[in-house]
């Protein structure tokens, strides 16, 4: 069979040709995202959910890596999804635009959560210790470089700490779409490329489980703050997105397998929260094979999602838990630790933890639309006078023919 390769394809579904007997094929299903899926902004829901409460030493959610491990192969499926779609609209992937609006999404809020970090410092900045000043810490939060310092040189920011994940995918936002631009001039074959993320991951979560040392007490190893094991969920989406790309593989996914895919991801997945205990980080084996496994698991999840309407999808994509994965997400991931170092002190009991996890819930909604919305307004601001400006160029220039 020829291999396909990274070209361009239609948006629109298709029909198969008529069978021999007058019945027509299946149609094929329009790449994902080209509508949004917002059973996946429901899906961020429940990771940041996930995260909140393993700070918290909530019972049953002792794997904190899980909910990152979700956020990072919807990270890769995301944005390797989406510039395979501009790509197919426009024949190109502009890099200086990608990275634009990454930075105008990503950095006003990191900005405005640093400078309250700072602000607060003295009575925060040790939170789960600190080896750095203020102003160090601020700064590798701000560089995105915070999974470098954790992982290569046993550092730690204090209350910034957990900006080694936005770190990571920072610098997967570098790396990756220029990769994927080369793979595009050089017309790589699909087959090939699925291969080399295979081989990338399985090498990754290999030298994750060779390079594993045992930590002091219940720390995380500093392997698990490395970009090799770092790009194992990431990777895990990329080659998701890539496999759903093709046009087969979308009419396979959206029957059957796509039901199978949404209920035996979400079996898994809630199986190994429920599995994973609190010395997790003291086993190789969680670094090599059972992160990984957790990154294959979310993206069988994930594929269902965007290939088949099910009562799963349908419940993450009611309005509420949508609308807070999209809209409160990022902001809760950035604030809820500075809250629960503020705050935990006086979160006595079960009730204790649930009012920490409103107040941080509702400290996230105001920075949401403290922060973010203002400056989303205002792109799209500049997006519209940008398009009236070069509609009136158009008519003037039509005008003068």
């Known amino acids: 069979m020829a291999t396909t390769t990274l070209s ?15 019945r027509r094929t299946r149609t094929t299903p329009p790449p994902p995202l080209t509508n949004r899926a917002p059973a996946l902004d429901g899906l ?22 899980i909910g990152v491990t979700v956020f990072f192969v919807l990270s890769g499926f995301l944005i390797t999804t989406l510039l395979l779609g501009e790509r197919r609209k426009t024949g190109r992937i502009r890099l200086g635009a990608f ?39 601020a700064f590798i939060a701000l560089s995105y470089t915070g999974n470098l310092f954790r992982s290569f040189w046993d550092t730690t920011q204090g209350v910034f700490a957990h900006t080694w994940s936005l770190s990571m995918e920072e610098q997967f936002y570098l790396v990756w779409p220029p990769v994927l631009v080369l793979l595009f001039l050089v017309r790589s074959r699909r087959r090939w ?27 995380t190893p500093d392997v698990y703050f490395s970009p090799v094991l770092g790009v194992v969920p990431l990777a895990t989406g990329c080659l998701l997105a890539l496999l759903l790309d093709d046009a087969r593989v979308r009419r396979v ?25 609190g010395d997790w980080t003291q086993h190789a084996s969680t ?16 594929g269902g999602l965007v290939s088949v309407r099910s009562p799963v999808s349908a419940a993450l994509a009611w309005t509420p838990v949508s609308w807070f994965g999209r809209r409160v997400s990022y902001s809760a991931y950035l604030w809820h630790p500075l809250v629960i170092a503020l705050l935990s002190t006086f979160a006595i009991g079960a009730w204790g ?16 639309y403290a922060v973010e919305v203002p400056v989303e307004k205002a ?5 519209e006078a940008k398009r009236l400006v070069a509609a009136d160029r158009s008519a003037r220039e039509h005008a003068t023919t």
């Open 379 to 383: 792109r799209k601001r500049v997006r």
């Open 353 to 368: 933890k649930v009012w920490l996890v409103g107040v941080a819930l509702l400290v996230a909604v105001g920075a949401a």
């Open 193 to 219: 490329l699925l291969a080399g993320l295979g081989a990338l991951i399985v090498a990754a979560s290999t030298v994750s489980f060779l390079v594993y040392e045992k930590p002091n007490g219940g720390a």
């Open 8 to 22: 361009p394809e239609r948006t629109t579904p298709t029909s198969a040709p008529a069978d021999t007997d007058g």
């Open 44 to 65: 961020r829901t429940i990771a940041i959910l996930a995260v909140i409460l393993y700070h918290l030493h909530v019972p049953q959610f002792e794997g904190g890596f």
């Open 253 to 277: 996914v959206a029957g059957l397998a796509g039901h199978v895919a949404t209920w035996v991801g979400l079996a898994l997945l809630v199986g190994i929260q429920l599995w994973i205990d």
């Open 287 to 302: 670094f090599g094979v059972v992160l990984p496994a957790t990154g294959l698991v979310s993206a069988v999840l994930i």
């Open 99 to 137: 990275w634009g609006k990454r930075v105008l999404r990503l950095y006003p809020a990191l900005i405005a959560f640093v400078l309250v970090g700072l602000a607060l410092w003295n009575w925060v900045g040790d939170y789960k210790g600190a080896t750095f000043s203020p102003g160090e810490a």
